[in-house]
């Protein structure tokens, strides 16, 4: 939410929606039309120094 609200403080609102949607396709591995597969990795690091 923090980056709409960053895109809206620059008018970039439509910009920001635009580039989401393509991600979206471009990253969706569904062969089906009406479903969504979207790979995904999450590492989480954590240093204690």
């Known amino acids: 939410m923090n980056a709409f609200a960053g895109a809206e403080a620059n008018g970039r609102t439509d910009d920001l929606r635009r ?3 393509d991600l979206f ?3 969706n ?3 089906n039309p ?3 597969s979207i790979p995904a ?3 989480q690091v954590t240093v204690n120094v």
């Open 19 to 21: 580039e989401l949607a």
């Open 25 to 27: 396709t471009a990253q």
């Open 29 to 31: 591995a569904s062969a």
């Open 34 to 36: 009406d479903a969504t």
């Open 41 to 43: 990795t999450f590492l």
